[in-house]
Structure formats: C-alpha cells, structure tokens
C-alpha cells in the first residue's frame, strides 16, 4: 500500500530542512528508508501476528500547539514529585513542565532544545542504538523526530526524584502524528528513574511513535517505567533499547492498559560482563485492543543475567501478542537468561499469539522460559464462593493477584496505586476495589 | 480456461519426453512435464494420477524454496538431480564387504548389527539379502488374514486406485509447501497402508519388511488411513547408517485417522551426514501430517533423528475430531555440520482436543539445531490441553541450540502449557560418575541417554534399544 500523499511531502521536507550536517545526513536516510518500507505488513515475519499497514489509510496531520487546560492536566498526569517534561501530541509544553529545580547532578531538556544547543552530546547518541535499521517506525522517527527529552545522570550521583515524561494524546478534529525520541545517558555508578507516561483524551485517535535510546555506563543503574494507558482507539509503537556495560543493572516496567494498536520493542544489549536486566510486563485488553510486545535480550558477554516475566489479561475480542526472544552469543558462557509469559483468556474471542525464543550458541549456560495460557482456577473461584465472596468478586480478585506479581515490583507508591486501580477499573462493574479497601482496613 | 490450456499443453509436451525415453531406465538430469509423464509411464500409473502429479508440477513451478528456517545451505539446482533411476544391477555394487568404506563397516559392528545384514545395509549384491522371503511371506498371509493392505503406493495407485485416490493429498495438498509440491510431482516410491474399520493390526508394519523396500526413493510418498476402531503402529527407517547417492530427499507422509483410530508413527533417520566439514550430506526436506478426522482419535509421532546434513522436518497432527489427540517426541541430535530444523504443529479444530509435545535436542561440534513448532487453538476448540516441553543440552561451545515455539490461542477455555530448558551437562554429573570408575565418553553417553528417556520410552522396543547405541555413536568424538 503506497503512503498517504502528506506523510510523503513530509518525508520529502524532513530530508531537506536546514539542520545540522549529521542531523540531515540521518533524517534523509531515515526517510529513504521508511518509503522504501512503508508501514510493516503482516507478510514480515516480526510483525506476523500485527498488521499496521491500515495506517497508510490514514492522514495524520501534525500539531503545532501545546494547548491544554489545567483540569485535563490534572485528570491525566500522575500526581507525582518529579522532575516533569510535558508534552502534547508531541509539543512541548513549557507551562506544564517543571523543570526548574533539577538534583545536582541530574541534567533534563526537550530534545528541540537540545538539538540546538547540541547540549548532552545529542549527535553522538541520535540514532546510535536505535537506528534505522531497528524498524520502519524508527526509520520514520528518525527521519521526523523534532521533540523529545535528553536526559543525563551525572557520575556517582543516585537522583531520588524520579524523571517524569508525560506525554498526553489530544482528541483532534484530525488525528495528528508524533515521534517522541528519548535520550538517556547513565552516567558511571550513577543511579535513577525515567518514568515514560502516555495518556490521552478519551476518543483521541493519534499515532505516537516513540524511540528511546539509553546508554547505561558502567555500574549505573536504571529503573525505567513506562505506563501506556492511551485511549482505545490511539495508535502507539515505541522502540527501547538499551546498551549495557559492565556491571550495570537495567530493570523495565512495560505497562500496557490503554491503545487501539499498540506495539512495544524493547532491546536489551548485554555488552558486558555482569550487566543484568530485569524485564517485566504486564498488558491488559478489551474490547478490540491489539497489543503486541517484542523483547530481545542480547547476552553479548559472559556472566550476564537476564530476568523476564511479562503477564497478559486478555477479555472482549481483544488480541494479545508476546515475543521474547534471548539470545546468547558465541563464548558468552556462565550466563543466567530466564523469561516466564503467562496469559489469562477472560472470553472465548479474545486471542494470545506468544513466542518465548532461545537463540543459544554458548554451552555453559543455564537458559529457560515458560509460557502458560489459560483460564482462573475453579477451585480457586470456589475456595472464595465457600468464604462467601460472590462469584464476580473472586474472579476479579483473582484476576488482580494474577497481574500482581508484576505489579507489586514496582516501586513508586503512586505509579502502584494508578496501576491497580487501572487494573480493577477494567473487571467487571460488579467488582468494586475501593469497598474492598475499606472493608480490609476494617 | 487458463487452466485447461496449462493442461492441454502440459499433455501435449510429455507425449513426446515420453517417446524419447521410454526405452531406457534412467531419465536425464532435469525437470519437466516429460519427466514426470516419463516416471508416470514406468509405474504403470493411470491417467488421473499423471493429471496430479502435473498440477503439483504447476503449482511447484510458482513457488520458491522457503527461506524461514534455521539452516545454512547453497541454493539446490533441481535441474541437476535425476529424478527416476532403475535399481542398481548386481554386477555395478560392490561384490563384497571388502569393497565397502570400512568406516562404515566400523559404525555397524559399534551398532552392533548382525552380519549378514551388513552386506544388505552397505548394498552389496547377495542373493538371498537375510532370510527375508520367509519371513516377509508369513508376514504378508498374517496382514491379509486380517484384512490389512501393506504394499508400495506405486502398486496401491494400480491395485487400489479408489482407496488412494480418496484419501492422497487430503491431509498435505499437493500446493501445501515447495518441498511437498515438488514430491507430489515426481514421488517414485513409499508405502501405503489401509486397516480396515476395526482391526486392529496384528504386527508392528516396518518399511524394513516391505517387499521392494530394499531401493528406498528420494521421493517416498506414504500413505496410511486408519479406519473407524483401527489401530497400527508404523516404523520408518532403521539404526544402521544408510549411504545414498542421493542428496536431495523430500518425503512426504500422510496419516489419516477417523474415529476411535490410533496410529503410532516411528522414525529413526540415520542418513549420511556427510564428512568433518559437512560435505555430502544429505538434505532432508520432509512433510509430515496427521488428521486426526474422527471423534477421539489419537495420532502419535516418534522421531529419532541423527543423520542428514540438513533436517528440516515438522510432523504435525491436525486434531479435527472432537476429543482427538495428538503426540509429537522427538529426539534429535546433531554433531559436525549438521544442522536440523525440527518440531512439530498442533492445530487444535475439534472440542477438548488434547496435545502433547516433547522434544530433545542435542547439539555438539558445530552443529545447529533448532526447535520449532505451532500449537495453534482455534476459537472453536474449547476445552483445548497442550502440554509442551522442549529441552536442548549443547556439548561444546561451537554449537547452538534454538527454541523457536509459536503458540496462537484463541479461546479462553483452553490450557496451553510451554517449558523450554537450555543447559550443557553439568561437571558435577561427569565427576560423579567418573568418579566411580565410569570413562567420560560413556558417562556423556549415559547423561545424554537419561535425558532422552521420555522420548525413547515411547519407542517399540528393539527401536529403543538401537536408538540408545545409535546415540553414543552419533556424539562420539564430541568430548573432550
């Protein structure tokens, strides 16, 4: 399917804007490479079970303004002590931002900002992990990036405050795109938390296209979170990956509850020894909702760890997909790579395409995953009904218990409590989490 | 109308291959409606038969080789190989054991495999191969008495033209894949099996006991249909190394049971694998499917496969009937070169379906081996089961082992279950056991073999048995 005539001219203009040489040179690529491709069809192998080539029938425009007033601000945003760039549809917002007062040693700008400042030395990180070959959507990021966050963490400081990016999606007249691109860079024995928070207006029907590129130096360490709790009917596809050196520790949260079509890649390159990864997930889908997470875990060196366990809650005729691939290169021996997937099917439309790969040329190694699909336990259900709970009330508990393995790992009180109570708000009407808090605290 | 022209011209060219061959017994290298007439012709086949075979022949022409897989080949060039050549004769093989590569002679004697049937296996010439006329004569009045037809397909599509016609390429249509299209074209050889409604058959049906079976063909096409009530038990292949000029083989087979049926299907494939740096191998590209069609049938599939240069080999089962059930154990091992890509598909069609799915592999020297499989539920098969367990040991570092399973589940009252394990044999194992007096080469044998118990238990017996020599001879070397 060719591509819509704006995103096209768009292209055409992104590779010939005035910018810095290097910028350029990679926006022509990127865009040379994207209408080479186009939008991913099913006929890829990667995207198998994901067919985004209805986005070619779509016409997204792009917005110019930030607008947003403070009562949607305040619904959406999480009410968290933070260092917070805002941005709408992919706009920076400067009136909802608060950046101000930084940690010392903790450096934040939107990447427009950076980009002419050339500030955190954003022509060496722009695109050198996730670059154009990663995926059509990265080639079309780099090739229309213009807004985002550069983040740094200075050597040997551990910043409390977490970092909070919010990007909020509008419900436009006409659906807009965006290409967020998120830089990172640990510095060494540093230590923090990105939270990436996607939201929108309900009915809001846009494309975010979001890479991040975090580069972890020795000893750092990461916390990463990101809550996608889009409206039903955005688009959204991002694309992570991290280079890991020596003796780093990367923990991922990839909470998925909100979007039409959503697609998650996350890469995690294990470049030395003693890097660790922690990957969790967790994705929750109704009604029509597609959601597809793809994983790689690359143990380039010896004595690296990795650690998976994505969970899935699929109801309505919604579609899940799970793709976790690990993979251990020649000589990377005494290497730990575990990943776990379990689904639970709430309805006999909705449907689970999973795929745990191993890809193992080393012998010394102790690799395995699982993956599980099913149902509630009856007996479960049962040993609740005996105790007087009602039938509806102990599926959603159990419901909540079996996504609580991924959720009690996280680690801000706050992003918890807006994730439980996402979780309970999707069971059915009849289970009502606040009484059930009121009647424990009893 | 397109079509019918194809078919006019398709006839009309292999009316004159066919005048130009008809008197010799081996084609020329190449591929074209002549050839396929030709080998048409020489099995005496009827005409709808040819028709088939040419459709195929189409179908083939407008596909390309899958490219999917975990395996590192050079492109074929299918205009190179023969595909029809008569039986050796007598004065061309060798006249003795003396003349055979005594390598090969040495594999025999570790397999331990009696005498006389080494000069079989090695092709020499002997009158009398083993005592095998009175035997496969009892053998043959046994399975008539019961009803039974165990015979090549070539005799089954003359002898038994309704029975074939019903059920061939109902289960792997002759446009299913590259490697099965171009089988539907050219196959020359293969067994078909019929038991009949109730019957169970009286003796385990081995290809090793099939008259003509001594010239195995590149293209085997086996055929088995188990009626309502009937159960067979089928053994492919045996232990013993078999040499092949042969590289290129693409088997396809066919399981067909209605309802109440069982059929367990047994492989072991031992082919040439070609030398230290993997030259001369074979490649063995083959299509495998069950249908289970009726209401609680079973389909069991047990594969063994140490040989080949090249595996690319998935035996699924298609559970269509309600309450039917599918089996897939595999061992597979692969040393030098090799490379395998293998598993299993389990499309779950009935209600309460039922699957179950275990697979070994072992990979050492530097050899590649990847499982690869499909457990599909569909929305309809409610109350769906399947178990998975894929476990691979690596011995060495210049090998690797790859899981590659693809689960599509689409309803919510089925459990679907997936384990997959990577591991090398721990040294505390080897000390243990060399400790006691136990050589490192025979302690690795043993490991190995107690990692692929779940797998050789499903096997008859005397194939158990043989698996496990089989086994220590293919890792041989790969220690230390």
Redesign the interface.
């Known amino acids: 399917m060719s591509l819509p005539e704006t995103l096209t001219q768009r292209l055409h203009a992104a590779a010939g804007a005035e910018e810095p040489q290097w910028l350029a040179g990679k926006r022509r690529e990127g865009a040379a490479q994207f209408e080479a491709q186009g939008f991913p069809t099913r006929r890829e ?1 990667a995207w198998k ?1 994901t067919d985004m080539s209805r986005l070619s029938g779509i016409e997204f425009g792009q917005a110019t303004d930030s607008e947003l007033d403070q009562a949607l601000f305040e619904a959406l945003r999480l009410d968290i002590d933070a260092c917070r760039l805002v941005f709408v549809d992919g706009v920076f917002s400067s009136t909802w931002s608060d950046i101000d007062h930084l940690p010392e040693g903790l450096s934040v700008a939107p990447l427009s900002q950076a980009l002419t400042s050339d500030q955190g030395s954003v022509s060496e990180q722009f695109g050198h992990l996730t670059g154009i070959s990663f995926s059509p959507f990265a080639a079309l990021n780099t090739a229309l990036s213009n807004e985002g966050a550069v983040i740094s963490i200075g050597k040997g400081k551990a910043v409390e405050k977490p970092v909070y990016l919010l990007f909020i999606s509008r419900n436009r007249a006409e659906p807009v795109m965006s290409h967020p691109r998120i830089l990172v860079r640990c510095e060494p024995e540093s230590e923090a938390t990105v939270i990436e928070h996607y939201v929108g207006e309900q009915g809001a029907a846009n494309l975010t296209n979001a890479v991040t590129e975090i580069d972890m130096a020795p000893a750092s360490r990461l916390s990463h979170y990101k809550l996608q709790e889009a409206s039903q009917s955005e688009y959204h596809v991002a694309s992570i990956q991290v280079d890991q050196r020596r003796d780093t520790n990367f923990t991922s949260h990839n909470l998925n509850l909100g979007g039409a079509l959503v697609r998650n890649d996350l890469i995690s390159d294990l470049n030395d020894e003693n890097a660790t990864v922690d990957l969790l997930g967790l994705f929750f889908g109704q009604e029509r909702q597609h959601i597809d997470n793809h994983t790689k875990v690359n143990h380039n060196a010896p004595r690296t760890y990795s650690n998976e366990n994505y969970k899935g809650i699929l109801d309505g005729r919604a579609r899940g997909v799970f793709n976790g691939r690990v993979y251990i290169k ?2 990377a ?1 005494q290497v730990l790579g575990y990943q776990n997937n379990a ?1 639970l ?31 509630l336990d009856e007996n479960a259900i049962f040993a609740l009904r005996a105790r007087g709970i009602d039938e509806q009330m102990a599926r959603g508990l159990l419901t909540l218990a079996f996504a609580n393995e991924v959720m009690e790992r996280i680690r801000h009180g706050v992003l918890t409590d807006r994730v439980e109570r996402a979780v309970a708000g999707k069971l059915p009407d009849r289970f009502n989490l606040e009484s059930l808090v009121e009647d424990t605290s009893l | 109308m397109a079509t019918e022209a194809m078919e006019q011209l398709a006839r009309r060219e292999y009316k004159q291959g066919f005048i130009t061959d008809i008197e010799s017994d081996t084609v020329p290298p190449g591929l074209d409606e002549s050839t396929i007439a030709f080998i048409s012709q020489k099995k005496g086949e009827p005409q709808w038969m040819l028709d088939w075979r040419l459709e195929a022949y189409h179908q083939w022409l407008k596909m390309t080789s899958p490219s ?1 897989a975990h395996l590192d080949y050079p492109p074929i060039d299918y205009q190179a190989i023969s595909y029809f050549s008569a039986p050796k004769k007598p004065e061309d093989r060798p006249q003795s054991l003396d003349e055979v590569d005594p390598k090969l002679l040495e594999t025999y004697e570790k397999l331990g495999i009696p005498l006389h049937e080494r000069a079989a296996l090695a092709g020499v010439a002997v009158d009398a191969v083993f005592d095998s006329v009175s035997v496969t004569t009892t053998f043959r009045e046994k399975l008539a008495e019961a009803g039974v037809i165990f015979c090549s397909i070539s005799e089954a599509i003359r002898e038994y033209p309704e029975l074939v016609r019903q059920y061939l390429g109902t289960v792997v249509p002759p446009g299913d894949n590259y490697f099965a299209a171009l089988n539907s074209a050219v196959f020359t050889d293969g067994s078909f099996v019929y038991i009949p409604e109730g019957v169970t058959c009286p003796m385990e049906l081995s290809t090793y006991f099939r008259i003509n079976a001594a010239n195995t063909g590149q293209f085997e096409r086996t055929l088995i249909v188990c009626d309502k009530r009937a159960q067979v038990s089928y053994l492919e292949g045996c232990t013993a190394p078999q040499r092949d000029e042969n590289q290129l083989h693409a088997a396809v087979v066919e399981l067909v049971a209605l309802e109440d049926a069982y059929i367990k299907y047994s492989t072991v494939q031992n082919w040439y694998p070609g030398d230290e740096d993997g030259k001369g191998g074979i490649y063995n590209f083959v299509t495998k499917r069950g249908d289970c069609r009726g209401d609680r049938s079973r389909i069991s599939w047990t594969q063994v496969e140490t040989g080949s240069a090249i595996t690319w080999k998935y035996p699924s089962c298609l559970l269509r009937g309600n309450e039917s059930k599918g089996e897939f154990y595999s061992v597979a091992v692969t040393n030098g070169r090799q490379q395998a890509d293998t598993g299993t598909k389990m499309i779950h069609i009935g209600k309460n379906t039922s699957s179950t799915i275990v697979s070994k592999g072992i990979a050492a020297g530097k050899s590649n081996q990847s499982y690869r499989g499909l457990v599909k539920v569909s ?1 309809r098969a ?1 109350g769906s089961r399947n178990f998975t367990q894929c476990d ?1 040991l ?31 044999i721990g040294d505390d194992q080897l000390f243990y056991c060399k400790s006691r007096g136990i050589s490192e080469e025979d302690a690795v044998s043993m490991i190995v073999n107690g990692f692929c118990k779940d797998v050789f238990q499903e096997l008859p017996m005397e194939f158990a048995v043989e698996a496990e020599a089989l086994l220590s001879v293919t890792l041989e070397g790969s220690v230390g």
């Open positions: 192998e079970y020649r000589d021996q689904n099917l709430l309805s006999d439309r909705a449907e689970i395409d999973t795929k745990p790969e191993l890809e193992i040329y080393a012998d010394d190694v102790q690799c395995s995953h699982g993956t599980t699909t099913g149902q | 999917w929305p409610t691979s690596l011995i060495g570092d210049k090998c690797g082992a790859h899981t590659f399973p693809y689960q599509e589940i689409g309803n919510s009252r089925s459990t679907i279950e997936h384990e997959a394990t990577t591991s090398k």
